[in-house]
């Protein structure tokens, strides 16, 4: 069946510290990764995704790479600001599925000054 | 603008009545969805609609019903039958075709007196 698999959290770095939050997947077809991000009492946002292997997802300075050879699709990010405080969750979707979306857990961050 | 409304933000609701939650998009999707979110974990999917007058359980559908009679409508209904309903419910919107991300809304955070 199809799942996703977080790095526990809560996750607490400095600011302009390095972040990775590592995500791992199983899927019976070929999926599309994503990244979502969850401000306090909000909905989730798309931050970034990637639809076949080897492809790149980046937006705001964060990046996440499709490895299928590894099913994974860590998160990272160079130099990480308060602002980035929030819950980010790992997803796919599985066309082989009818497109139903998996949701890992979520990883809390909390960046402080 | 495009997007999703959810109505109420915050609702309250006595022991043994039904409560209803909105779920408005106007992005022109074809397939919405309902997720229950609990404190410190992931989403559960509830229902989910993929084409107008036809909807399907997710994982957790026991004590909520939902109706799909407009293409950009997708109410729930907590019925009396949930046991633990208090939760932060969310709302999704997306396309049915292609990679095809889901769109939140802001949530409603039901509270059971």
């Known amino acids: 069946g199809n799942s996703v698999t977080q790095m526990e959290g809560p996750v607490t770095l400095s600011e302009e510290a390095f972040l990775t939050i590592n995500c791992t997947y199983t899927?019976?077809?070929?999926?599309?990764l994503f990244w979502y991000v969850q401000y306090p009492g909000e909905g989730l946002q798309l931050l970034l995704k990637?639809?076949?292997?080897?492809d790149k997802g980046s937006n705001k300075g964060f990046e996440a790479t499709y490895r299928k050879e590894t099913t994974s699709f860590h998160l990272e990010k160079g130099s990480v600001q308060v602002s980035d405080s929030a819950v980010y969750f790992c997803?796919?979707?599985?066309?082989?599925?009818?497109?139903?979306?998996?949701f890992g857990t979520g990883t809390s961050l909390t960046v402080i000054p | 603008d495009g997007g999703i409304t959810q109505s109420p933000k915050y609702l309250f609701r006595k022991e043994g009545q039904n409560v209803t939650l909105s779920c408005e998009q106007n992005l022109n999707h074809d397939a919405m969805y309902w997720y229950r979110q609990d404190p410190g974990q992931g989403l559960r999917l509830i229902y989910y609609?993929?084409?107008?007058?036809?909807?399907q359980k997710g994982d957790i559908a026991e004590g909520y019903s939902v109706s799909r009679e407009k293409k950009e409508s997708f109410p729930l209904t907590v019925t009396s039958a949930q046991k633990n309903p208090t939760a932060f419910y969310l709302c999704?919107?997306?396309?049915?075709?292609?990679?095809?991300?889901?769109?939140f809304g802001p949530g409603t955070r039901l509270t059971v007196l």
């Open positions: 609609s993929q084409i107008v007058n036809d909807f």
């Open positions: 999704a919107s997306s396309t049915a075709r292609g990679h095809n991300e889901q769109f």
């Open positions: 899927a019976t077809g070929y999926p599309s």
């Open positions: 997803a796919l979707s599985d066309r082989a599925t009818g497109n139903q979306f998996y």
């Open positions: 990637a639809t076949k292997a080897d």
